[in-house]
């Protein structure tokens, strides 16, 4: 029983970690990646699409994107889509290409981004630490009802506690490579 709490405990806050990659990924760098458009919905006959089930998007060198409709009709629904995101792109249509250059980070966005980045990772930490909470929770429940010592309680106690610090560890890792990619110029 005990086990199972943990290894739920395990899965789900690496469900948070990888959550705080996503998030970590629509954080724009100076690096043009095709991931920074996976927010952008397109209007494709009524309904809003995601723009990499419309295009195909690649990278054409480090500063620049290249979105290819698959249909002609869609370049200007792309162009335009592309422009209401909050993303701060202006894309340059050259006949069914679009390209998509991006702007060099000042210092200032790039301390902006490193904010957003930090209330990323607290969020996540946040998120393990609830997780931590929902499996003591668990296991005390489990010695209310007797089916467990109080050493064993203890016992799981400890090693969720360890499962925790890793997974924050872990976090913090992750927000010190991200702060690193940002201040890169």
């Known amino acids: ?43 494709y006959y009524g309904a809003d699409t995601p723009l990499n089930q419309v295009a195909n998007v690649s990278v054409l060198d480090a500063r620049t994107l290249s979105v290819s ?9 792309i162009e335009k889509a592309i422009m209401k995101s909050d993303l701060g792109l202006n894309p340059v249509t050259t006949g069914e290409l ?36 929902d499996a003591n929770a668990d296991v005390k429940d489990l010695l209310k009802e007797k089916e467990i010592t109080e050493d064993d309680d203890r016992r799981a106690q400890d090693e969720i506690q360890k499962i925790t610090d890793k997974f924050v560890a872990e976090v913090d890792k992750a927000l010190s490579v991200k702060e690193a990619d940002l201040m890169e110029i």
Request: cysteine-free; overall charge positive.
């Open 1 to 43: 029983m005990i086990n199972d709490i943990k290894a739920d405990a395990e899965s789900r806050m690496q469900k948070s970690l990888e959550a705080l990659a996503n998030n970590f990924g629509k954080i724009r760098t100076g690096r043009a990646h095709p991931s920074i458009l996976d927010s952008v919905s397109v209007n």
């Open 98 to 133: 679009i390209r998509v250059p991006m702007p060099p980070l000042t210092e200032e966005t790039r301390k902006g981004y490193i904010k957003q980045a930090r209330a990323e990772a607290e969020n996540a930490r946040i998120s393990i630490r609830n997780i931590r909470r």
């Open 69 to 77: 409709p698959w249909e002609k009709p869609m370049v200007p629904e």
